[in-house]
């Protein structure tokens, strides 16, 4: 029995409804500021100094503080809130307001003057935001201002006011300046790739994106973008410079949030750019460790990305890049996403250079020394035997192996992945990762022709990249006859998963397992967030299957914002057809879990289910509890 990958994440959504209009009472005539005398005016500093720790504070004072607006909510990165400076001081404050559109009477530049009668101060996850009484849902901390109420609390003062961000530098900022709008130099986008957006803007759950940002001296900072924002779907620029937004906290950490994307002039070179050095080709790396050269020379590696992160087949941390006739397998400290075929630039300072079981490598490298160039030229593949993969001049480079032929198990991940090439001239290994997206696809036989990646493990093998490497021999047959190999590429997205065989029910709330897609691959997804019923259990079981001949049971689950173990793995041999009266026996394959990273995909390995014999049926159950989480079965 082969299934698809079953991956599950976690993580919290915020839904917003954004509205055409605005729904306050402002077609009545204002108080005109003039009436509004020096003083009734009291400075924002000392209505800040009245918060407390863990409590909303009344604010007793027939005063008016006097600000100007310095960001809104037009883009939508702002929701329901407004963030006011004194117009007489240095201070701002985040004001929450039960009303959408607001930047159409309040847009940036507008003198407001708000009375504070009755209004309330205190930490919303550790940022001063000025509001109204707390009520049940907002657990003790300020609420919205409700929207019925603005027309007597807020008055327009001037209009078109001069609105210029505090410029500092990143050891200047301290909590004084929350709420302010402050303007840095020399930043970047520590990963910003060509495909990297602010955020992530799907029409059915639009995420809001913490990217990190980061300046040449290594220091960092969130800036966080609304799924909801205009500008959500957008490239982030790959450069570096200058950029002004509201400097904001949130729980325990402090973040930045950008109006619009005008507020970044990321058009200068990137750090890496700025400290490069000379460029070392990889030739000459190669060439100084065989000389016993452990520390590579001061400057930079350039070349193209010759292996796919996408599809599983090297690990997350690791890349390997062409230039010309040589390659080399390149280690970061944390995982990437530049994708096949970029041309990528590396500095070189911190690197080191070893051999990992043979494979020259060049380690210890941090994420922050790489760059994307831009598009690449994949280099073409050159022609080799099988008895020339331990050559170490191919060594990390593509070649092409003619007229050769798999053999060693039905699919790639077959015998742990090691699938016998062999062409004539001598056998090896082509190797392929149990996490491979096409580890579960089966091997076509006959004479083929096969492009990979050089590669060594104590001995020599080649890697593909994807099943396109292969080409040539007759069609595979996968699975067997009576097997299972669902993919879900067939349904609908956003559907309830119904599938002939399958039973997708519902036993506590409302949510099933429905059919989504990322780039192309077909998924199902259960989830608990927004449930009527979030205190959820369902389950997903499989047709019945003939366990005595289809015995191994595989897929892949992921893991992202953990909140507890909420996915398990069950069979039977007796279904009743219902899931509640199925004796079943829960199963023990590798779940990702608590000390795994976001999204890492976990391989379950090979579960044997012989024993439940010729009617067995799998069945997924998730969470028992509010979890909150997503959990995604993949195509495997």
Known sequence: MNFSKFSFSAFLIFILTFQACLKGDFDKPETPFANITPDKIVSLTEVINLIKANEAVKINLEKYIEVVVVADDKSGNFYKTLIVKDLNGDRGISVSIDETDLHAKYPVGQGVYIYLKDLYIGLYEGLPTLGAAPDAASQGRVARIPAGLIKTLFFTGKSGLSVTPRKVNFSDLKPELFNTLIEMEGFEFKTATPT??????????????????????GNEIVLRNSGFAEFAGQIVPQGNGKIVAVYSYFRNAAQLFIRDTRDLDFTGKRCIEQSAGNRVRVSE?????????????????????ISDASTGNIVGQNMVIQDDQSGIVLRFSSNHNVPLGKEVRVLLSGATMSEFSGLLQLATLPNANLSVVGDGVLPTPREITVSQLGNKAFESTLAIIKNAELSGGATYGSNGGNITIADGTGTAILFTRSSASFAGTALPTGKVNVTGIVSRFNNPQIQIRNTSDVTGGQPPVDPPTGGINENFNGLTDNQDIN??????????????????????????????????????????????????????????????????????????????GDVTTTNWTQLNPKLAGKTNANYERVASGNVD???????????????????HQYHYLWDR
């Open 499 to 576: 599938l002939p065989g399958w039973l997708n029910v519902a036993v506590v709330g409302t949510g099933k397992w429905v059919k989504k897609s990322f780039q192309g691959d077909g998924f199902a997804e259960a989830r608990s967030f927004q449930d009527a019923s979030p205190n959820r259990e369902c389950w997903l079981v499989t047709p019945e299957v003939d366990a005595t001949k289809h015995s191994t049971l595989t897929f892949d689950s992921e893991m992202a914002f953990y909140v507890h173990d909420g996915l398990t793995v069950w069979a039977t041999s007796n279904f009743t």
């Open 196 to 217: 990297t957006t602010y955020a992530d803007n799907n029409p059915v759950n639009p995420l809001s994106v913490n990217h990190t940002l980061t300046n040449c001296s």
């Open 285 to 305: 790396l190669r060439s100084l460790f065989s000389n016993g050269t452990t520390t590579p020379p001061a400057g930079f590696v350039q070349g193209v990305v």
């Open 609 to 627: 289910i012989k024993s439940f014999g010729s009617k067995a049926r799998v069945a997924f159950q998730i969470c028992g509890f509010e979890c």
